[in-house]
């Protein structure tokens, strides 16, 4: 915990539609700290087990961290550091390439070319609990991505059961049956279920939830930078590749998450296609509209060092906590 003051801005983001499969909320609250020159990011998400937003910074004002503020203001201390060096964050780093977070706030059609023009490598879209809707969905771009060899992932936060997931597999399209990537959390995690489910029905597992006590039954590890130390799931798991995601949170998260990636990368990390374009999942303000991603390759911004924003951010109207 830091000695020096800190502040913050309160913010509110706005998506289309619900982002996953266990929330419906479309207004996401969250903040924004300023700590001895550098920024950080807290945003939580009550529906995975944290603590509002108004109760992170209580409890941060009292000098007390959770997992969420703690890494905001590790974020804060890296970027910083950047800025008073006046270099960004991603001097001399590559951006590990993303694949394309899938909007059903946004027309499909629209989606579908973008992915084929720029030549992204995957898509990744929410399962719903009804998995005859992704069938659907998935059989629909699964006959569009053909030709390209765009791959299919999905994620269900487990909402499913192992049955009900067994019945999405085997009535699955060939072709979309052909195309899939992973499928991430398909029901609460347990080693000998996904273990084998993988063995019977032959699919890719990715674990996110659960992975402290994760065992077998999985081909990969999603990581939310912004949530977690990557470092601590890849030394738990070192046999696996790492797909190193946003929060769905701020730019500024966001970016961090990127900057992250791009020093797993460098470090020599093993990594799947990641999931750091998710700029366009909500509506524009100030910072997304200075984010861009094309074919899975996200551009930062560089702007005031560290992980960029530098004019927007000290436009702000800035509170002592």
Not at 80 to 99: D, K
Not at 251 to 263: H, I, N, P, R, S
Request: charged fraction near 25%; charge should be negative; proline fraction near 5%.
């Amino acid at each position: 915990m830091t000695d020096a003051p800190i502040y913050v801005y309160e913010y509110l983001l706005r998506s289309g539609v619900a982002l996953n499969a266990v929330s419906m909320r479309r207004v996401f609250a969250g903040a924004l700290i300023y700590v001895d020159g550098g920024y950080g990011c807290v945003h939580p998400w009550p529906e995975f087990g944290d603590a509002p937003v108004e109760e992170q910074l209580r409890l941060l004002s009292d000098g007390v961290t959770t997992p969420v503020t703690a890494l905001a203001l590790r974020c804060a201390e890296i970027d910083g550091a950047a800025r008073r060096a006046s270099v960004s964050l991603f001097e001399g780093l590559e951006i590990p390439r993303s694949h394309y977070s899938w909007s059903f706030a946004t027309d499909t059609e629209a989606q579908m070319e973008r992915v084929l023009t720029e030549g992204w490598p995957a898509i990744k879209a929410k399962g719903f609990a009804n998995y005859g809707e992704t069938t659907r969905f998935l059989e629909g771009c699964a006959k569009r991505f053909e030709s390209q060899g765009v791959r299919l992932r999905v994620d269900f936060n487990g909402v499913l059961d192992r049955l009900t997931f067994g019945k999405f597999i085997e009535f699955m399209p060939l072709r979309v049956y052909r195309a899939l990537d992973f499928v991430e959390d398909p029901f609460p995690y347990d080693p000998a279920a996904w273990e084998a489910v993988r063995q019977k029905w032959g699919v890719k597992l990715a674990l996110d939830k659960g992975w402290r006590d994760g065992t077998q039954g999985f081909d990969a590890v999603v990581v939310k930078p912004a949530r977690r130390d990557w470092r601590i799931v890849a030394e738990t798991h070192p046999q696996y590749p790492l797909v190193l995601t946003s929060a769905m949170d701020h730019a500024l998260g966001q970016m961090f998450a990127a900057y992250e990636a791009a020093v797993a990368l460098s470090e020599g990390q093993a990594l799947d296609f990641c999931g750091l374009c998710t700029e366009h999942l909500f509506e524009k303000d100030e910072f997304f509209e200075r984010v861009t991603s094309h074919g899975g390759h996200l551009s930062a911004d560089r702007s005031g060092g560290g992980l960029g924003f530098g004019e927007v951010l000290e436009a702000l109207p800035w509170r002592r906590l």
